[in-house]
């Protein structure tokens, strides 16, 4: 089973930028995905972005445009970095790893609020 551990959640204003980090203990081997998702309060979890093994990237459309999603090839670590953030993107944003078995992270709260 992977792990998984994000980071780099806070309080910010709306426009603002903030940048998730999610560590793995490994990459799956074989093919995967690894993932964001976020539950807002009172709403069901969702799909945020993915970015598989080969590098190729999906976003939900209320976030293309003002999120990426990348990893570090070097060790096992993907970000998303989340630009002109908006009081609706305030939710537990949580981390994926979709391969030979599927694993959460323990999320981090990301609010937007002045």
């Known amino acids: 089973q992977v792990q998984l551990v994000e980071s780099g959640g806070g309080l910010v204003e709306p426009g603002g930028s903030l940048t998730l980090s999610c560590q793995a203990s490994?990459?799956?081997?074989?093919?995967?995905?690894m993932a964001w998702y976020r539950q807002a309060p009172g709403k069901e979890r969702e799909h945020v972005a993915d970015i598989s093994k080969f590098g190729i990237t999906k976003y939900n459309p209320s976030v293309e445009g003002r999120f990426t999603i990348s990893r570090d090839n070097a060790r096992p670590t993907i970000f998303l970095q989340m630009d002109s953030l908006k009081p609706e993107d305030t939710a537990v944003y949580y981390c994926?790893?979709?391969?030979?078995?599927?694993?959460w992270g323990q999320g981090t709260q990301v609010t937007v609020s002045s």
């Open positions: 994926r790893s979709i391969g030979a078995t599927d694993s």
């Open positions: 490994e990459y799956p081997s074989g093919f995967y995905v």
